[in-house]
């Protein structure tokens, strides 16, 4: 029996999105959240992490250090902090285990924990299941949600962020190590919204000036009304098409909300942007994929 159906099939082409329950184990879902936890304990934190506010040059310094941070992290392992974590000497405020937005964005390429999930047999057998060809793995994160202070991700779609021509060759699957909840910050959708294109994009801008990305056109503005809520369970994972409108609350709960994402694209007759913030390079060229 297919991990994925047919009515499954119908369900994320017709609205953009769909719910499948039992990728992973309860079990496989804990190793990969001890493994983060690991990780984080041996993580050395970057300088311009702990770069203080004291005059508008270090500003300027860690803003661009920010950046150069970002923008040349698809193809490294690279820790990405909440805000107010440190004090003005750069130690930590919180706990370093509750300090982490997300850790991205290859972690699909040299964690081989999280390689195993991303090739695995069910993921290549739904990739196959929606007809993808030559599907490739462009990045990887695990979102941490953090429990009161795990910030809200407005509405928006993937492909302002990744790009191609054309449109629609993009899928993320978003899956939950722990139950994502209306409380602690699951995903909305609005069904059907795939359909309309996009209206925003970020690209890079020209080399040696900052900031390093901008943002053409503008994100439409939603009726609240249409966003249909998506609980998952521990486990599940969500396909989302590259233009479907999504985003998730804050969360105000006293329980993370563990996530492992990555994005795929269909590779046949398919141009990546070379305006897309994240670009393959030499080291690590959008590995395929299908292993077999």
Known sequence: MDFMTDRDVQK??????????????????????????????????????RTTFSTNHDEQLKTQGNADYFITSGDKIRFFFEKGVFDDKGDFIVPKQRSLNKVGHALHAYEPLYKQVTHSPKVQGLARKLGLVSPVILQSMFIFKQPGIGGEVTPHQDATFLHTEPLGRVMGLWIALEDATENNGCLWFIPHSHNSGISRRMVRTPKGTYPMTDFTGREQTYNEQKFLVAPVKKGSVVLI????????????????????????????????????????????????????
């Open 12 to 49: 994320y082409l017709e609205e953009g999105y769909v719910v499948l329950d039992g990728l992973l184990t309860p079990q496989e879902c804990d190793e990969l959240r001890q493994r983060m936890g690991d990780m984080v304990e041996e993580m050395d934190v970057p300088q311009h992490c």
């Open 241 to 292: 098409d590259g233009e479907v409108v999504h985003r998730s609350s804050e969360n105000t709960s006293e329980d993370s909300r563990h996530v492992y994402t990555f994005h795929i694209m269909e590779s046949q007759d398919t141009r990546w942007s070379p305006e897309n913030w994240l670009q393959p390079t030499e080291e690590l060229p959008f590995p395929q994929l299908y292993t077999k």
